[in-house]
Each structure stands twice: as C-alpha cells, then as structure tokens.
Nanobody, 125 residues
Framework: QVQLVESGGGSVQAGGSLRLSCAVS????????MGWFRQAPGKEREGVAA???????TYADSVKGRFTISQDNAKNTLYLQMNSLKPEDTAMYYC???????????????????WGQGTQVTVSS
C-alpha cells in the first residue's frame, strides 16, 4: 500500500511563495506518475500540475508560469514550487499517484488511485 504525505503548506501574503513536498512510501517511485490537486471550500477538486514518468509536465492554465512541479526520484519525493501566490490559490492541496507508465502527464482526477491527506495553503490579500 502506497502512502503519500504532504507537507509545506501554510499562510502567506499575496505575492509570496511556498514549496509543497509529498513523500511517497514505495520502493518503486519511478513506476508511478504523479500529480498535485487542490480543493477550495465549496468547490470541486481540480488538477494543478502533473508529471509523467519521463519527467514531462502539464499545468492548469491558472497556475502556468507561477507553479513548478518536480520530483527527486532518489528521495521518493514530489514537489510543487508555488510563486506569486494569489488569494484564489487558497485551498487544500493534495498529491496523488498512479502505478503505471505514461508519457503524457494528466490532470484527470480519475487517473489517480493513491491520495495524500492534504496540506492547507492560505493566501491573504
């Protein structure tokens, strides 16, 4: 059973930065493709950024140019660097994983079957 544990959330002012981390308990991290999702109160969960097994990435339009997804396979850790944060970025952020191989990173929620508990990000104006 794969476990995902997010960290790095917090409260920042608009324009600030945060880096989220997601530690993945597995002996085969490279066999998973990964994504970051978020859910604001009263809204549906949405994809933010995703990374395929070959390192290719995709981003939601709302975060392009501000967020960067990356991973350290040696540390079994996924990251989300968030810059120029806006109040509308306020949400619970989740990392997600799917065992398998893809060359096309995807933001589709139903592609992922392992989820972390989330880390809260709050951006004040």
């Amino acid at each position: 059973q794969v476990q995902l544990v997010e960290s790095g959330g917090g409260s920042v002012q608009a324009g600030g930065s945060l880096r989220l981390s997601c530690a993945v308990s597995t002996y085969a991290y490279s066999a998973y493709y990964m994504g970051w999702f978020r859910q604001a109160p009263g809204k549906e969960r949405e994809g933010v950024a995703a990374i395929a097994n070959d390192g290719s990435t995709t981003y939601a339009d709302s975060v392009k140019g501000r967020f960067t997804i990356s991973q350290d396979n040696a540390k079994n850790t996924l990251y989300l660097q968030m810059n120029s944060l806006k109040p509308e970025d306020t949400a619970m952020y989740y990392c997600a994983a799917r065992f398998g191989w893809t060359l096309r990173a995807t933001l589709r929620l139903n592609e992922y079957n392992y989820w972390g508990q989330g880390t809260q990000v709050t951006v004040s104006s």
